[in-house]
């Protein structure tokens, strides 16, 4: 154990984007800075997240490129798929990225520590094995989340997001259980590489929270892509059975498997964290509370990012870093706007969505006109391929704006980010149709919808 004591102007726990930032920038401003890192710099986004999961994307997209590929001439036989090969260069990568994030740690002057960082009080700090001691002038909390935990019998054998890059061999069969964007995200990789695979989830259609049409639409096309969708059920047990494992449902039904995948959401990493020795108010999931500015009940301790409960997106996080920099160290006291940020599901095709949906724009304006339209793109007019696109916009009847942007395509989360801009802008469907057309496109479909969308007044989708 050691007893030295150190003084730093800012302390960040958790060394992933939005504490990379928040530190590299407070750095840059001149203040002495320390950040700490128990598992890895990176983060999750970097580690076990973002970067690694879109490499799986681009993996199980080729399976189904060459196949489509048949219906424009190409002759592709002999078709394999190395798992090994794919997880040795994902490996490589998020070396060299975890790397870079050091590097730009270091050159920017900041003290890095891969241990357990403990808040012993409104000003101190304590790493954990070596007993070291801080005192700052700030603290600013940037742990992250993590995978939810559900505690029924025999959940250690299964994995969640943060093992599912480490495997040792592909799936034959893979249970995944939940209904959101991780879920979809890896049932659909996993039906892409050919792995058998079969999706729990306790509600009736995926993606709660997104607009109604997107859930649908996905829910559909996961279907489509081969994945056996089972709703309204609940992982009850799972059970070993030699190299293999059974799941057993609350409906009675079991199902045979090797792998079974936790994807029921996450919670934010507060655990071990000392906040309640700081006096740090939480909510009821766990999540540090803060206001505007990020800044907590305890006026020297910040927190950005997913362990807020806000907004899990990388993005949002490193926003919200550099924000907390400008504000605290730097001559610019601002804080992040976290209307309109678009977001993306990988699923296969992706989703793109930015604004309010249906449902929620209803709620806070009443009267809004929709515009939609499912179609066949035309690159599947001679693949072959039954996938189908969704677009939709979300327009407020009082002043014809539009307040959202719905999209499944293959370039949704490329278009998505467009789309924010104008939502951002608060552009109106007038606006949008005046843009000429980018032919032949999907997204030209974007600006030529002119019938507004009269519903099924059976239809009650929203209220699922």
């Known amino acids: 154990m050691s007893d030295m004591t150190d003084h730093v102007d800012l302390f960040v726990i958790g060394a992933g984007s939005g504490g990379v930032r928040a530190a590299r920038m407070s750095a840059q401003y001149g203040a002495s800075v320390a950040i700490a890192e128990e598992f890895r710099i990176g983060g999750t986004c970097v580690i076990r997240g973002c970067?690694?999961?879109?490499?799986?994307?681009?993996?199980?997209?080729?399976?189904?490129?060459?196949?489509?590929?048949?219906?424009?001439?190409?002759?592709?036989d002999n078709i394999r798929f190395d798992w090994a090969t794919l997880i040795a260069a994902k490996d490589q990568e998020i070396d060299r990225l975890s790397g870079i994030y050091r590097r730009n740690l270091g050159n920017a002057g900041v003290s890095m520590y891969e241990e357990r960082a403990e808040i012993t009080g409104p000003n101190t700090v304590k790493l954990i094995p070596s007993g070291r001691i801080f005192t700052c002038g700030?603290?600013?909390?940037?742990?992250?989340?993590?995978?939810?935990?559900?505690?029924?019998?025999?959940?250690?054998?299964?994995?969640?997001?943060?093992?599912?890059?480490?495997?040792?061999?592909?799936?034959?069969?893979?249970?995944?259980?939940?209904?959101?964007?991780?879920?979809?995200?890896?049932?659909?990789?996993f039906a892409g590489l050919g792995v058998k695979t079969c999706l729990i989830y306790r509600r009736d259609t995926v993606l709660r929270g997104f607009d109604y049409d997107?859930?649908?639409?996905?829910?559909?096309?996961?279907?489509?892509?081969?994945?056996?969708?089972?709703?309204?059920?609940?992982?009850?047990?799972?059970?070993?059975?030699?190299?293999?494992?059974?799941?057993?449902?609350?409906?009675?039904?079991?199902?045979?498997?090797?792998?079974?995948?936790?994807?029921?959401?996450?919670?934010?990493?507060?655990?071990?964290l000392g906040l309640e020795t700081a006096g740090v108010n939480t909510s009821r999931s766990g999540a540090v509370m803060v206001d505007e500015f990020g800044q907590t009940n305890i006026s020297s301790i910040f927190a950005v990012g997913d362990v807020t409960d806000r907004i899990a997106l990388t993005p949002v996080a490193i926003r919200e870093g550099a924000a907390f920099a400008d504000s605290e160290f730097g001559d610019r006291r601002h804080s992040f706007d976290h209307r309109d940020v678009a977001s993306a599901v990988f699923?296969?095709?992706?989703?793109?969505?930015?604004?309010?949906?249906?449902?929620?724009?209803?709620?806070?304006?009443?009267?809004?006109d929709i515009y939609k339209a499912s179609f066949r793109p035309l690159r599947h007019t001679l693949s072959g391929s039954a996938e189908k696109y969704m677009m939709k916009l979300v327009v407020r009847a009082s002043d014809q704006v539009v307040v959202g942007v719905h999209l499944v395509s293959d370039a949704a989360p490329e278009i998505i980010q467009v789309a924010a801009i104008a939502?951002?802008?608060?552009?109106?469907?007038?606006?949008?149709?005046?843009?000429?057309?980018?032919?032949?496109?999907?997204a030209e479909e974007l600006v030529l919808m002119r019938e507004k969308y009269v519903p099924d007044p059976l239809e009650d989708g929203e209220a699922v």
């Open 51 to 76: 970067i690694p999961k879109k490499f799986m994307v681009y993996a199980a997209g080729y399976g189904e490129g060459f196949e489509e590929a048949k219906g424009y001439g190409w002759l592709a």
């Open 138 to 189: 700030k603290i600013l909390i940037a742990t992250g989340g993590t995978p939810r935990k559900l505690g029924f019998d025999g959940e250690e054998h299964t994995i969640t997001s943060n093992e599912v890059f480490h495997l040792d061999s592909i799936p034959k069969h893979i249970v995944i259980n939940g209904g959101g964007f991780i879920a979809c995200e890896f049932a659909s990789i």
């Open 423 to 442: 939502v951002k802008a608060g552009l109106t469907k007038a606006e949008w149709d005046e843009t000429c057309a980018v032919h032949p496109t999907a």
């Open 347 to 368: 699923t296969h095709p992706p989703v793109g969505s930015v604004g309010l949906s249906e449902h929620d724009a209803r709620e806070e304006f009443g009267d809004i």
């Open 214 to 272: 997107i859930r649908t639409h996905v829910h559909n096309e996961l279907i489509r892509q081969g994945v056996r969708v089972v709703t309204h059920a609940n992982i009850k047990a799972v059970k070993k059975a030699g190299d293999d494992l059974q799941v057993v449902l609350d409906t009675g039904v079991n199902i045979d498997c090797d792998q079974v995948m936790m994807a029921t959401g996450r919670v934010p990493a507060t655990d071990g």
